[in-house]
Every structure is written in C-alpha cells, then in structure tokens.
C-alpha cells in the first residue's frame, strides 16, 4: 500500500512538473538573476519582437528595488498602425502598484517613421538588427510623496542611467 502511494505521488508531481514546463513556453517568462555588479539584479523577459524573432531583453534594476520589479509584455501601436511590443516595468509593493518605466520594441524602420508633431514618442536608446529600442519615463511619482513606495521609486529614478545603460535586447535562435 505505502509503494503504490508512493508511485501514485510520484505521478502527480511528475506531471505537475511536465504541465509546469509546457505551460511556461508559450508565455513570456520573466527571471532574475545576479549580475556582476553588486548592488543590481537582472531581470529578463523573453518575447517574440515586432520582427517575429524570438528575442530576450535584459536590464539591470537596483537590488532594493528589483524584487518589486516585474518586466510584463504587451503588444502596442503607436500613429497610425505602427506596431510595437511594449516591456512595462511593473512596481508592486505591498497594495501599491504602477508602471514606473516602459521599454518599446519597434521595427527601426516603423521607428524612424514617427512623428513627434502628432503624438509624444519615447526616447531612442539604441537600434541593433533592424530593431530599435525605446523608453519612456515616468511623468510623475505615481505615489503619495510622504510614503514608502515614493523613496522607493526616487531613490530608483536617481539611478536610471544606470538601469537604461545596462538594457540588452538580444535575438534567440
């Protein structure tokens, strides 16, 4: 009896593991790792870009605030059709939660095409295999300035650069 509970356990979770693992490669995975600098962490996302490629965008948080940070990926426009992938930086903390920065993955060409006289576009970072990345900031603190999460997100606003320096978008193969 306690052999055949023991096989029936180990079938549940083996299973649970098989479903685990098909289920995580047909969304977008975000992971966490430490880099080699000592006060940040990388975090990745792994997405299909506006191209079709497979791609993975890395960039580094600072450590007191990366485990508040979740990179989420979503498909935008921008003009009049200009298709794009959006990767949020979504803060959460305690019951507070906001946006506090978006990268944007466009095709350089549909970049290069924007016209800031008809809508705000957000600022090139770097353009690298007919793929052009882009950021747009926070336009203001989205918490109440006497709270935790308000240090928070200035102390990570002080930073930036540093965050911004450190995006990676790499093709996957």
């Known amino acids: 009896m306690k052999k055949r509970n023991f096989n029936l356990i180990t079938l549940i979770l083996l299973g649970t593991l098989c479903l685990s693992a098909c289920s995580a490669q047909e969304t977008p995975v975000s992971s966490s790792e430490t880099s080699e600098q000592d006060n940040y962490i990388t975090s990745s996302v792994d997405f299909n870009a506006p191209d079709g490629s497979a791609v993975k965008l890395s960039v580094d948080f600072p450590s007191e605030i990366s485990e508040f940070i979740s990179l989420e990926t979503e498909k935008s426009s921008f003009g009049e059709g200009i298709e794009c992938t959006s990767v949020l930086f979504s803060f959460s903390h305690g019951e507070q939660s906001a946006n506090i920065g978006t990268i944007y993955i466009f095709q350089t060409d549909a970049y290069n095409t924007l016209d800031p006289q008809a809508e705000p576009i957000p600022s090139q970072l770097f353009a690298s295999d007919g793929l ?30 540093a965050t911004l320096d450190s995006i990676v978008l790499e093709k996957m193969q």
């Not at 926070?138 to 999460?149: I, M």
């Open 132 to 161: 052009t990345v882009a950021f747009q900031n926070l336009q203001s603190q989205p918490f109440d300035l006497s709270s935790e999460e308000a240090d928070m997100i200035d102390s990570y606003q002080a930073q930036i650069q």
